[in-house]
């Protein structure tokens, strides 16, 4: 640019950021300015800008300096990034150099923080460096004005990586092209492992019911959804809707996966999201995804290659060994993987996307702080996890890591931290965890010598982590609504009114607690939870009432669970939302037992009509603690039902009574504490319905309402608050 307006002068990278010298007419200079923000290449973050004026010392032209002191230079590490339209012209174009070449990219696109082992992010740090470039790339490389100036994962055919195509005991299969030969066993109904950006794929032909089958009994996963892969935005018209917000979030550099809702009928195999009202669709990202993809598939299942909820194979010899039993073809190559990111996950909800896993493409983009802080290190909750760092005024938040139940799972947990800590040149001097003793990631935290330790509690976490988006102090009214979470006195908490700041929190209000029969067998068996919400609402009378909960459990067993709960033998109390979803969609027969977390809850939220004008009759117990009856909404969900009421009807009901119960509750709060501001977080807020609902209740009510936009309300999100809950009780001390 400063060629384009004939300036001299030159540029660095310093501890600081970016500094920029230019010598010239003052209004090119001025043109120059404006420019750098207006017309920045795709990838580029300006956090800030500033100007100055400066001697002039008179440059005999425009260059680009080394770094004086390369240990203080503190630039982000960028994300990975789908392919862009220049390189997809070129991978296309049968006179291009780079024709149908699998790993094509240039500065606007290409892997970044999956190949990365350490920092500056130069070659010989990435795992690119086993690649010698051949002298046309060089060449590319070393000039300024050329797409790919610095490009680190600069390659072509003749120097860089190669895919291969291999059975699934590592002999590979002599092919001219193995790219269109994968392509032809997908369509005969084969499951090829495919290693990808952030790890190994696994795909199936979409249409093809037996493959997808096959894969489900393989990877032993029964009904949670597949993601799907297709060539463009026209391939997904033929079987899903696609709203122009959502056009956007497909077509996005990061290319989440993005929930879209299904076309009926569609072509689609059942098996791909059984149960459901959306698809987990994204366009692909890599060139390799394009030159499959283009083969005439209406859609990939593109599911993470592992098995249950082990995380994603990154390493070829990894590949074979656990996914042999799985896949039937492996397509490999030979850059290697230095961190697994598994895809994103995003959903259009109220004017906005919304997270369900922030990983692949956004991960390490910082979240922004209002202060600078201490190094501190927060280890997250048990399920969903992630990580975060905070480094001066920016937080890091890991990739998803996953539930940490396996120890696979666990050494990943570890590696990330490790990995971390080194990319962000950063020794945590404070470590913050859940208040769980059972959580492996609160067990990390208490192993660790020479360090403080900070425990938060679960729902004070969630709400300063929506409060850290926006920046906000409080106090506020937080409202936790979430599935499980560790109280202090012994209940599961979920259904919880806080009036929060950064550094504590009052709990002001909370669902009335009931048993929980089994512990967390109730999170397994929503009819459990039925049965203690009926018991609660008509006594032992429950055992008469024509319901399936009822009805479709043996009676011996029923008679167990109550003298369980009456006894108070493994049930313990819980307070939690997500619990009273998975207790009404039992009760309303849509279905007794899950096979994957929030089940149940979500397919209450799908069978729902989109809106009524009615609601439950709902009461509380106020005085201190704000107690919100579920008897009364119980009883009315059950009156309904045999009324004759559908399950669309009672859905909505029930919803909208949950929307504006929440909003009236904070009008108490709003009387009592004068407050106005209205924080909304918890893995509950995945429910558009909802999400939705609760914010509009609370606007007419002239709140302000904050909600999540940057990380998830789930777990996902919970490091972040926890690194804040911390900083802050350190800066009060
Ligand atoms: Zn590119
Ligand atoms: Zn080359
Ligand atoms: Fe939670």
């Known amino acids: 640019m400063a060629e384009y307006y004939g300036l001299n002068g030159e540029v660095a990278n310093t501890s600081s950021g970016v500094t920029i010298h230019v010598e010239g007419p003052s209004d090119r200079i001025a043109a120059f300015e404006s420019d750098l923000s207006a017309k920045s290449p795709p990838l580029a973050y300006i956090v800030d800008i500033s100007g100055q004026p400066e001697t002039v010392k008179n440059f005999p032209n425009f260059s680009i300096v080394k770094s004086k002191d390369e240990s203080e230079i503190s630039t982000l590490i960028s994300a990975d990034v789908s392919i862009c339209e220049d390189c997809l012209r070129e991978l296309l174009d049968p006179n291009d150099r780079r024709y149908h070449y699998p790993f094509i990219n240039c500065t606007n696109c290409g892997p970044r923080y999956t190949i990365i082992d350490d920092i500056p992010y130069d070659r010989p740090k990435t795992s690119m460096r086993h690649f010698k470039m051949c002298p046309a790339c060089q ?21 860089g990586p190669r895919v291969r195509l291999c059975d699934n005991q590592g002999n590979e299969i002599a092919v001219d092209d193995p790219i269109p030969k994968t392509a032809n066993l997908l369509k005969q109904g084969y499951i090829v492992a495919i290693k990808g950006l952030g790890g ?273 102090d409080g106090p506020v009214i937080g409202l936790s609504l979430d599935g499980t979470g560790y109280g202090p006195d012994h209940t599961v908490w979920g259904g919880e009114v806080l009036v929060a700041e950064q550094h504590a929190f009052e709990r002001v209000g909370h669902i009335a607690c009931v048993p929980m029969p089994g512990s967390t067998a109730a999170i397994k068996e929503p009819w459990r939870m039925a049965v203690s919400y009926l018991r609660d609402a008509y006594g032992s009378e429950f055992r008469n009432l024509n319901l ?48 994957f977390e929030g089940q149940a ?78 924080v909304l977080s918890g893995g509950c807020f995945q429910n558009a319905f909802l999400l939705t609902g609760l914010i509009q209740a609370l606007e007419k009510k002239n709140f302000e309402v904050f909600t999540h936009q940057q990380v998830p309300a789930n777990d996902g999100g919970l490091a972040l608050g926890q690194a804040m809950v911390a900083a802050a009780q350190i800066r009060r001390d």
């Open 139 to 159: 060449a590319e490389y070393d000039d300024p004005s050329n797409r790919r100036f610095h490009a680190q994962p600069n390659a072509c055919a003749a120097c």
């Open 200 to 472: 190994y794929h696994l795909a199936t032909d979409a249409e093809n019911t037996d493959a997808v089958l096959r894969l489900r009994v393989r990877k032993l996963r029964e009904e949670k959804p597949f993601a799907i892969m297709s060539y463009d935005p026209d391939h997904i018209r033929r079987y899903a809707e696609i709203a122009p917000d959502e056009m956007r979030l497909l077509t996005s550099i990061q290319r989440p996966i993005v929930l879209l809702r299904k076309k009926v009928p569609n072509s689609i195999s059942d098996e791909v999201a059984p149960h459901n009202n959306y698809f987990g669709v994204m366009l692909p990202y890599t060139p390799l995804h394009y030159l499959l993809l283009k083969n005439g598939f209406i859609a990939l299942v593109m599911t993470s290659g592992n098995l249950r909820e082990e995380p994603i194979a990154i390493d070829n010899a990894d590949a074979f060994k656990r996914l042999a039993d799985i896949a039937d073809f492996f397509l490999i190559h030979n850059r290697e993987i230095y961190l697994r990111s598994d895809d994103s996950i995003v959903r259009h909800i109220a004017g906005t996307k919304r997270f369900i896993r922030r990983s692949r493409g956004f991960v390490p983009i910082p979240v922004f702080l209002k202060n600078k802080m201490l190094p501190i290190l927060a280890c997250g909750a048990e399920l969903k996890n992630t990580i975060c760092i905070t480094k001066n005024d920016t937080a890091f938040l890991s990739q998803h890591i996953g539930d940490l139940e396996n120890l696979a799972t666990y050494d990943f947990f570890q590696l990330t931290i490790h990995h971390l800590k080194r990319i962000l040149e950063i020794t945590p001097e404070i470590i913050a965890c859940d208040m769980h003793p059972d959580y492996l990631s609160t067990q990390y935290a208490q192993e660790q010598s020479n360090i403080q330790k900070i425990q938060v509690q679960h729902h004070h976490a969630h709400i300063v982590s929506c409060m850290t988006e926006h920046k906000l």
């Open 548 to 595: 399936k909960p009822v009805s479709e459990i043996a009676d011996e067993k029923l008679t167990i669970i109550s003298a369980m709960m009456t006894k108070g033998v493994n049930s313990p109390l819980t307070s939690s939302l997500g619990r009273l979803f998975d207790g009404v969609a039992a009760i309303i027969g849509i279905r007794q037992r899950v096979n």
């Open 601 to 678: 809850a979500m397919e209450l939220e799908m069978l729902s009509a989109d809106s009524t004008s009615e609601i439950y009759d709902y009461e509380w117990i106020s005085g201190d603690m704000l107690k919100i009856l579920p008897a009364p909404i119980i009883r009315g969900v059950v009156d309904d039902l045999q009324n004759g009421m559908t399950v669309a009807e009672i859905g909505a009901k029930f919803h909208e009574t949950v929307i504006q119960l929440f909003a009236d509750v904070c009008g108490v709060m709003r009387k009592e504490r004068h407050l106005k501001r209205v």
